[in-house]
């Protein structure tokens, strides 16, 4: 086992101490050897005489017995295949039955979150009122499907996942044992790729193995993991950090069309600005990086014209970029403008919620002032209509392209058509055009005015009806065709 020194000294200290629970909960990620260590334990606890640090001596007639598959004794049960609560009423008849050949009955319940609801509480019985020689070892990538009633009758270990550097190790171990030669770069990369998993690390040297006849070599594992070279990357990473958005643009053109995915590109990019930050911050980076010379010495250089600032502002548009390809329809459009915004980084800068958040605190600071000034006289602020409707003019003949409506809110006459009273700013339209019209553009007004002055609440178009059906039909077709109406007659009259 490496790593994971909390869990052996833990297991170690309750084998030489006797001191066994009857149910143990191991949890952690995929790979990082809950089943493994499941196992071991299973035999440690039983052997007849342990090593000194705890482990199985291998040598007993218990650990031989043991280390038959189909031992009576240690029970491996695959919950994601054996669900139902059939599988555990087996078990709860079973188990009372004592160990043939040795001290405890331990069964190991692999995947235990896949156990159906009622299996659950059929195990939950057994976990109650368990048989002195009997132990469990629930394993699960899952916790949070596991119940609290099960939980809380277990220890729990968290199986953490593996440093890059742990990996290594046992990988140097590995090729060193089997004679393998390697490169120490391409040990580094298979044990990043791993990512924390044991078992990952694992199966991609074993294709690493199969794929190179001589020395492992760097190259080789790229091209087993896939990756893009990374000589490429690093140019153009390159032409990002100088800013160069022509060749940065045809350098990734020139990738993708050779068959990368656009995400793994914004990956790799990504990861390679971030070895710049180290190269940029840290003494002996590339004891860390393990990256083959003159790609290091290539990535000092650039970290020598970038800031952190823009490295860390460039490093976060390729990580979102991943997110927003998810939405896009069109991948490289997506990577050619995150290439653009890398190269010129103040474009990133977003001007427009900038902006927005001034206007924010300055409305703040008027509403502010102007709740003061309530409070020592409560009185109407006093408005000049004429000018908040100039300003509404204003706004509207930009944003409407209808060159009536903007005649027709000209016709208003400020100073007998406006009136603003308790709050309410309120127009009175002289014929129903007016009114409709300018109903139509109400909530832009409210908008304006609300961003101007605080003290007005509301805004409202009324049209007081006085003329007659006839009248007003007269009045449409004059607002239509134009000309004057001389005398409107009516039916009666
Ligand atoms: N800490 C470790 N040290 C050495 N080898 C390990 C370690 N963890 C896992 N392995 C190796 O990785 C492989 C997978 O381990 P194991 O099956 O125990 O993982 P697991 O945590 O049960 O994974 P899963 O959650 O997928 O069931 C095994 O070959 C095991 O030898
Ligand atoms: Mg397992
Ligand atoms: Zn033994």
């Not at 896009?328 to 990133?348: N, Q, W, Y």
């Not at 908040?388 to 005649?407: D, E, P, Q």
């Not at 409210?446 to 509301?458: H, R």
């Amino acid at each position: 086992m490496i790593g994971q020194q909390h869990i052996t000294r833990t297991l170690k200290n309750s084998i030489l101490s006797g001191n066994i629970s009857h149910a143990y909960l191991f949890t952690g990620t995929r790979g990082t050897g809950k089943t493994t260590t499941a196992k071991i334990f299973a035999r440690a606890i039983n052997c007849l005489h342990p090593r000194e640090d705890g482990s199985p001596c291998n040598e007993c007639e218990v650990c031989k017995a043991l280390s038959q598959p189909n031992s009576l004794d240690i029970i491996e049960m695959d919950a994601a295949s054996n669900n139902g609560v059939e599988d555990i009423r087996d078990l709860r008849e079973k188990v009372k039955f004592p160990p043939t050949s040795c001290k405890y009955k331990v069964y190991i319940i692999d995947e235990v979150h896949m156990l159906s609801t009622s299996a659950f509480n059929a195990l939950l019985k057994t976990l109650e009122e368990p048989p002195a020689h009997a132990v469990f070892i629930l394993a699960t990538t899952e916790v949070h499907k596991i119940p609290a009633t099960i939980l809380s009758r277990c220890m729990r270990l968290d199986f953490n996942l593996l440093t890059t550097g742990e990996l290594v190790g046992l990988l140097r171990k590995i090729f060193e044992d089997i004679q393998k030669p390697y490169q120490k770069e391409a040990l580094q990369l298979i044990a990043e790729a791993g990512d924390g998993s044991v078992r990952d690390s694992l199966s991609i040297a074993d294709i690493c193995l199969s794929y190179c006849d001589g020395e492992i070599k760097y190259d080789d594992v790229l091209e087993v993991l896939g990756a893009s070279s990374p000589t490429m990357i690093v140019e153009l990473v390159g032409y990002l950090v100088r800013g160069d958005i022509s060749k940065a643009l045809m350098l990734s053109e020139k990738i993708t069309s050779m068959g990368k995915s656009v995400s793994l590109l914004a990956k790799d990019i990504a990861k390679m600005l971030r070895n710049i930050v180290f190269a940029k911050n840290c003494v002996n980076a590339n004891q860390i990086l393990m990256l083959p010379n003159e790609i290091f010495a290539r990535l000092v250089q650039y970290s020598d014209i970038c800031t952190n600032d823009k490295l860390v502002r460039m490093v976060d548009i390729f990580m979102k970029l991943e997110g927003e390809l998810r939405y896009t329809s069109s991948a490289s459009v997506t990577l050619e403008m995150a290439i653009v915004k890398a190269c010129d980084v103040t474009i990133s800068i977003d001007t427009n919620g900038i902006i927005q958040r001034l206007k924010d605190v300055e409305s703040r600071v008027r509403l502010l002032s102007t709740l003061e000034k309530k409070t020592e006289v409560s009185e109407q602020l006093q408005l000049d209509v004429s000018i908040v409707w100039g300003k509404l003019l204003n706004v509207l003949s930009r944003k409407t392209s209808m060159i009536s409506a903007y005649k027709t809110a000209c016709e208003v006459d400020p100073k007998t058509q406006l009136k603003y009273e308790n709050n309410i700013l309120t127009i009175n339209a002289i014929k129903q055009s007016q009114e409709s019209i300018l109903n139509y553009y109400i909530n832009d007004f409210k908008n304006i005015i609300c961003a101007e002055y605080f003290d007005i609440v509301d805004i409202k178009v009324v049209y007081e009806n006085n003329v007659d059906e006839v009248a007003q039909g007269v009045m449409q077709l004059n607002d239509m065709f134009g000309g004057d109406v001389v005398k409107i007659k009516n039916k009666e009259n």
